[in-house]
Each structure stands twice: as structure tokens, then as C-alpha cells.
């Protein structure tokens, strides 16, 4: 099969981008845009064949789908540093993939199992089992798509990128007719199963596919350094999901339904430009990590990946714009989307640190970054319960990030410089490194 993908169109097409870093960011960067951006903006399509509680429930399982990739903790992240060192085992590769689907099981069992309450309290749809199955089946899916995801990872690593491109857009593009055929007959269940379906397709690429069982030797002290920095991981993906998923939980104990529900897709549309950019900057963990004794080479891939990254804010933030418009009318709170344009788009700029961070083996500036936006927006929420101030309520993740970025953004280069060994558990400190950097591998 990958042969006949290189041979073909879209092979041509990464061909001629493979020289330089803009090339690498968007040569493995596109593909995830096109299949995030279908995926990301498939549960607004709810919204027009569902009633206002439906739909309601509706965006809480897609945050609960989302927030089982994001709590992956560290599975995937560290699955790409270590293939992209040739230092990924089979044992580790194994623990990896359990940590990923940990995650997306906790979050999952953690929804379904406060359903029933928070049901009642909100008046929402689907009540007792049936909104407790609802989540069931959200979390299985949940399972699947981090597993693909793993996979999809390791490709990125070992340049495997036509058959990357392959598989994530037929998997996005699979999942979305799907879900489509399902709002057809009104049906909320279409959310899951077109998910779990899609997911079921695509896992057999994987399962044959040789480059999977490609994974080197590494040092005996490797799953240790696994679980060390699984820990830090867990911790940063519990608390991110305060900034991007779980804000809709808490907003919408403290606003009305009707405007849960605007909240909801002025921050999917706001968050567009951030959801390019996350499909851009996963690269750099293998860049970084290809090239972690080298500060010099690090500034430049770090200094240049802010400035790409900001161009493409720029003109992804106009398009979002253009998307809501089209969407979403004069109805669409627009004061509230600006708002949250701008604290994302920070919020973006500020994963090309964190995922090189990643990369060389610091994931406790992943902390750093989120420890006090979590803690600006949690302040901000109490004010919104004392004071019965809903506006407040949906201003308090954007005030958390605004806040606390630039300072984040100034922090970040110390980072980078090496300290004598690599972090991450897949080079031994007195291994002298010889690998070639991702970027120019055949």
C-alpha cells in the first residue's frame, strides 16, 4: 500500500516538501489539520438536528471523546520521542498504549458515572441508563481513537508520512459520513458510533502494517524513566483539560443551557486556529528529541516554529472568523469570541515550547505552563459562583490563558539548553547520541 501512496498524489505532494522545517511542520502537519478539523467541528452538525437539551448532552460527550485523547498520560508523546530516537521497545511500546487508553477509560468512566446527577440538577437529555450507556459507548470510543492514535504517532516518527496521511484522513473522512448518516434520523448515539466504527476500520493498518514492530533495545532503566515521566504527564493532561474540554462542565453548572450551548460552539469556532496549530507542532517532539544535545540547533527549530506558527494563526484566525460568520450569524456572541481567539491562539504558540520540551525529555514544564492557568481560571469561577455572574463564568479559561502565556513564552527557552543527558528515558546519559534528526531521514 505505501508504496502505491508514494508513487501517487499525495506521495508527489509530500515529495516536494520534504526539504526544511516549514516543510516538515506541514508535510506532517496537513493531514492532521484536514482529519482534526472534520472531527473538531463534526459535533456543530448536532446542532441543527437535535433540540437544545439534546444537543446540549450531545456537546458533553464529544468534550468527553476530546478530553480521552488529550488524558492520554504521556502514552503517545513519549511513544514519538522514543521511535523517533530508534529507542522504543515493544515492553514500553505496550505500556505506552495502556497509559493512552487508561486515560480515555478514566475520563469516560468518570462522565458516565456523575451522568445520572448531573442530569438531574441540569435537566438535560437522555436520563438514567440511557445517558449512562450514552457515555459508556463514548468511552469506548474514546479507547479506540487513542490507539490509533499511538499509531499514527509512531508513523510521524519514522517518516512513514504517505501512509499516515492515508490512513488519518480516510479514518476522519469515514467517521464523518457516518455521523452524518445518523443525524439524518435524529439519532445522539451517532456521535459514538461513528466514532467506534471509524476507529474499527482503521486498526488494521496498524495491526499488519510492519512498521509497528520496527522498536530498538533500549537502556534497562527505560520503563522506569517511563513511569516518571507518565507522572508528570498524568498530572499536565488532567489539569489541560481545565483549558479546553472540562470548562464545559463547570460553565455550564453555572449558566443556563441555551447559553451552554452557545458557549460551546463559539469556543469550537474560536478554537479552530488552536486546533491547526496542534496538528502542526506534534513534529517537534521528534525534532526535539532528534536533536537534544544541541541548544544551537534547538533555538532555530524553536525560533522558527514561532514564527511559522504565528503566520498560520494569523491567517487560521481569519478563516475561523469567516466560519462563524457563515455558521453562526449575528447570533453568535462575538465580543466572547474574540475573547477566546486571542487567549487560544497564546495558547497555541505556547505548544511549540511544551511539545519540544516534551521532546528533550522535560515534561515538567508542562506544568509550569499549566499549574497557574489553571489556577487564574479556577479563581475566576469562584468569583463567577459568588457573584451569580454568568458572563464571568464563560471569560474565566480565556483569562486564565491571557494571563498567564507571555510569561510562560518567556520561561520556555531555558528549557531547551541540555544539561549532559536526555531526559526522556529512551538515551542512556553516557550513550553518545548518533541519530539523525527526523527531519533528515530519507
Not at 247 to 273: C, E, H
Request: aromatic content about 8%; glycine content about 10%; hydrophobic content about 50%.
Amino acid at each position: 500500500m505505501q508504496d502505491r501512496l508514494r508513487s501517487g498524489p499525495i506521495g508527489r505532494i509530500f515529495a516536494s516538501a520534504r526539504a526544511g522545517l516549514g516543510g516538515r511542520l506541514l508535510r506532517t502537519g496537513l493531514p492532521t489539520l484536514v482529519a482534526s478539523g472534520l472531527i473538531y467541528l463534526q459535533p456543530i452538525l448536532g446542532r441543527s438536528h437535535l433540540s437544545v437539551t439534546e444537543y446540549s448532552t450531545w456537546a458533553l460527550g464529544a468534550t468527553v471523546l476530546s478530553m480521552g485523547l488529550i488524558l492520554d498520560f504521556g502514552g503517545t508523546a513519549y511513544s514519538v520521542a522514543a521511535s523517533a530516537s530508534g529507542t522504543l521497545t515493544r515492553a514500553a511500546l505496550t505500556k505506552a498504549a495502556s497509559m493512552s487508553v487508561a486515560g480515555s477509560a478514566f475520563v469516560g468512566l468518570l462522565s458516565a458515572a456523575i451522568w445520572p446527577s448531573y442530569q438531574a440538577a441540569h435537566h438535560l437529555a437522555l436520563p438514567g441508563i440511557s445517558g449512562v450507556l450514552f457515555f459508556l459507548s463514548v468511552t469506548l470510543a474514546a479507547c479506540l481513537r487513542s490507539l490509533t492514535t499511538i499509531g499514527m504517532g509512531i508513523l510521524m516518527a519514522q517518516d512513514r508520512d504517505s501512509l499516515r496521511a492515508a490512513l488519518l484522513l480516510g479514518q476522519a473522512t469515514l467517521q464523518s459520513v457516518l455521523l452524518y448518516a445518523g443525524l439524518q434520523i435524529g439519532s445522539i448515539w451517532a456521535l459514538p458510533a461513528s466514532s467506534i466504527l471509524a476507529s474499527i476500520a482503521t486498526a488494521p493498518w496498524f495491526l499488519r502494517h510492519r512498521s509497528l514492530n520496527k522498536v530498538g533495545v533500549a537502556p534497562s532503566d527505560s520503563l522506569n524513566d517511563l513511569r516518571s515521566f507518565a507522572q508528570i504527564k498524568i498530572a499536565f493532561a488532567l489539569l489541560s483539560l481545565v483549558l479546553t474540554q472540562a470548562d464545559r462542565w463547570v460553565v455550564g453548572a453555572l449558566i443556563t443551557p441555551t447559553r451552554l450551548a452557545a458557549y460551546d460552539v463559539t469556543s469550537r469556532f474560536a478554537g479552530i486556529p488552536r486546533l491547526v496549530i496542534a496538528g502542526i507542532v506534534g513534529v517537534l517532539v521528534a525534532e526535539a528529541s532528534s536533536n537534544w544535545s544541541d541548544y544551537s540547533k534547538l533555538k532555530h527549530i524553536y525560533s522558527r516554529s514561532i514564527v511559522f506558527c504565528s503566520a498560520i494563526l494569523i491567517a487560521a484566525t481569519g478563516g475561523a472568523a469567516t466560519i462563524a460568520l457563515i455558521l453562526g450569524g449575528t447570533s453568535l456572541p462575538w465580543g466572547l469570541f474574540w475573547v477566546m481567539a486571542a487567549a487560544f491562539n497564546l495558547h497555541a504558540i505556547c505548544t511549540v515550547g511544551l511539545s519540544m520540551t516534551t521532546g528533550i525529555g522535560r515534561p515538567i514544564y508542562d506544568l509550569v505552563f499549566v499549574l497557574p492557568a489553571v489556577a487564574i481560571a479556577g479563581g475566576t469561577w469562584v468569583m463567577a459562583a459568588t457573584r451569580s455572574s454568568q458572563d464571568l463564568a464563560e471569560l474565566a479559561v480565556p483569562i486564565g490563558l491571557i494571563l498567564w502565556s507571555p510569561i510562560f513564552l518567556a520561561v520556555v527557552p531555558a528549557g531547551l539548553r541540555p544539561n549532559g543527558k536526555h531526559q526522556a528515558g529512551v538515551t542512556s546519559p553516557d550513550t553518545p547520541s548518533n541519530r539523525t534528526p527526523a527531519s533528515n531521514r530519507g
